[in-house]
């Protein structure tokens, strides 16, 4: 089954807005990434953060993590139009040599 | 560097047809994986390597098989195509960090390949 669950389901905001998604996870992880799909288009890596971190900022991106409870979230800050996308959280499981992808938080910004 | 190329783009099979689709990375990148992806799904994790000579099974395995006699490469093959299997089909590859005999790995950013559109009918 799939470690990581992304909440909401679905997002849509005005540009300049804020988006904030979270990912829930079930066992104990190694390392959290997040990741961008553009429609019809590969995944491209956004941000890792390792479990013995809890904030990490890559530009208008901001992510936190904690393992108390199994929960990260995504912020982009002043949100643009070229944000529209899926966003996934993937999890490196402490006991397991993979990665597993949640189903993704689909962001609509509306110029 | 082409990073992680797949080929093909598109295929059309028939039930029970088999057929390869084809990852390479020039990165010299030790794990490698494929995932599958559903309309309105996040990716599944089909099967995956962390070196050559080793694969190992993910989520959803049956019906597929890989190896991975070179660093760079990492074929999946479809035995006996299935309905089921319409999706479309992403590899990816990366560092694994700390090694790949025992210990925490520690994986890196994953890159991937833009997907194997593949439907059987």
């Known amino acids: 089954s799939q470690q990581g669950e992304e909440d909401p389901q679905a997002l849509s905001i005005q540009e300049g807005e804020n988006a904030t998604m979270n990912c829930s996870y079930k066992?104990?992880?190694?390392?959290l990434q997040w990741y961008r799909q553009n429609s019809g288009r590969g995944l491209v890596h956004l941000i890792l953060?390792?479990?013995?971190?809890r904030e990490k900022h890559s530009g208008r991106l901001r992510v936190t993590l904690d393992t108390s409870k199994k929960s990260s979230s995504l912020l982009i800050t002043a949100s643009r139009a070229a944000d529209t996308a899926s966003y996934f959280c993937?999890?490196?499981?402490?006991?397991?040599?993979?990665?597993?992808f949640g189903a993704g938080t689909r962001l609509t910004v509306k110029p | 560097n082409a990073g992680v190329t797949q080929t093909p783009k598109f295929q059309v099979l028939k039930t029970g047809q088999s057929m390869t689709l084809q990852c390479a990375q020039d990165?010299?990148?030790?794990?490698m994986s494929w995932y599958r992806q559903d309309p309105g799904m996040g990716l599944r994790l089909i099967h995956y390597?962390?070196?050559?000579?080793?694969?190992d099974q993910g989520e959803v395995p049956n019906g597929y098989n890989v190896s991975r006699s070179t660093t760079e490469d990492f074929p999946l093959r479809l035995l006996s195509a299935a309905p089921s299997q319409t999706s479309v089909y992403f590899c990816?590859?990366?560092?694994?960090?700390?090694?790949?005999?025992?210990?925490?790995?520690?994986?890196?950013?994953?890159?991937f390949g833009p997907g194997t559109r593949l439907t059987v009918t």
């Open positions: 993937a999890t490196e499981s402490y006991n397991n040599n993979d990665m597993r």
């Open positions: 390597s962390v070196g050559a000579g080793i694969t």
């Open positions: 066992t104990s992880i190694n390392n």
């Open positions: 990165m010299n990148h030790e794990y």
């Open positions: 953060i390792r479990s013995n971190e």
């Open positions: 990816a590859s990366s560092y694994s960090g700390t090694g790949i005999t025992g210990g925490r790995r520690g994986f890196h950013e994953q890159y």
